[in-house]
């Protein structure tokens, strides 16, 4: 067996899980539950149904009287560019694997008695751990956030505070009786939230997925080079993204840690933890003639 071949069939049987032919549809649509209850929460911090945490500031306090600027890096660009690396890196891996296995290797997998191929039973199963993982760090941040409500560096030009600190004779004063008169409560909101940083979070966990998926299944055999180069070029994309927020007086450098800490962790439990009770399939099994499914379960059911 060659060296490709042997990295490709050991990465492809960690995924692969041998369970009842009646019970792969199940776990399909179970999956697809949990998926969805774990993007429920995103909307609604979105939409206004939770609001963040109010705290009071103090006077003196000069690190959150840095001056509004626009994102270097748009939230439109963080979740689109995060989700296509993923989804890309994993279409990319796919299509390798099928230009070095062949057909008759290839495990059977049935969806309601009908046979699936394995193309398409290997991409759901990276796909929605991806997704779910996006889901988990999306959620897990906005939750914090909402729950601290640690204000932004640019807080107080965003809020506008009604509370003249000139006055006082003790310039280090908390002030917690305060109203923002900037009208757009939306931004007001928004500088409420800065720890842990979101940008961070997701990008480091969209961009350490595509790196430890790439490095686990992706095999160049005409270059050592290309893969980590290409893993170098996402790090960086990712660093430079989480980097960004400081310039942008969007957040202080320990809600960036704060990111960088969840996404991370985020991303290699998607890959760690759920491995744990696989069980390995060397064959597709057969009972009186005929093919039994060898059902893939990509980390256990997410």
């Known amino acids: 067996m060659s060296f490709t071949m042997w990295n490709f069939n050991s990465y492809y049987r960690d995924m692969i899980s041998s369970i009842a032919?009646?019970?792969f549809s199940t776990r399909i649509?179970?999956?697809?539950v949990l998926l969805i209850i774990a993007a429920i929460p995103i909307p609604l911090f979105y939409t206004g149904?939770?609001?963040?945490?109010?705290?009071?500031f103090f006077c003196d306090d000069e690190t959150i009287q840095y001056p509004y600027r626009d994102s270097t890096v748009t939230d439109f660009a963080l979740y689109v560019g995060g989700l296509t690396i993923g989804i890309?890196?994993?279409?990319?891996?796919?299509?390798?694997?099928?230009?070095?296995?062949?057909?008759?290797?290839?495990?059977v997998f049935y969806f309601f008695d009908r046979e699936m191929p394995p193309s398409v039973v290997y991409l759901y199963s990276s796909i929605s751990l991806f997704l779910f993982g996006a889901c988990i760090v999306e959620t897990g941040t906005d939750f914090i956030k909402y729950t601290l409500g640690r204000l932004r560096p640019n807080f107080i030009d965003v809020c506008k505070p009604d509370f003249d600190c000139s006055l006082l004779l003790n310039p280090h004063t908390f002030v917690q009786n305060y109203t923002c008169t900037n009208p757009d409560t939306y931004s007001?909101?928004?500088s409420r939230l800065s720890f842990p940083s979101g940008h961070s979070s997701f990008a480091i966990y969209a961009i350490?997925?595509?790196v430890i998926y790439l490095q686990r299944c992706l095999i160049c055999p005409h270059s050592k080079f290309l893969r980590p180069a290409v893993q170098f070029i996402l790090m960086l994309i990712g660093a430079y993204t989480a980097v960004s927020r400081i310039g942008d007086n969007k957040h202080h450098w320990s809600d960036i840690v704060g990111g960088l800490t969840l996404g991370t962790i985020t991303a290699v439990s998607m890959f760690c933890i759920p491995q744990k009770n696989l069980a390995r399939v060397d064959e597709v099994k057969k009972k009186e003639g005929t093919k039994i499914s060898?059902?893939?379960?990509?980390?256990?059911s997410v």
Do not use: H
């Not at 149904?49 to 009071?56: A, D, H, S």
């Not at 099928?98 to 008759?104: I, M, N, P, S």
């Open 29 to 32: 649509i179970i999956d697809v």
């Open 188 to 190: 007001v909101d928004d």
């Open 88 to 107: 890309l890196a994993i279409f990319i891996c796919e299509f390798v694997r099928k230009l070095f296995v062949k057909k008759e290797d290839e495990n």
């Open 294 to 300: 060898t059902n893939l379960e990509l980390y256990g």
């Open 49 to 56: 149904v939770f609001t963040p945490y109010r705290r009071g």
């Open 21 to 23: 032919e009646e019970n």
């Open 208 to 210: 350490l997925f595509s």
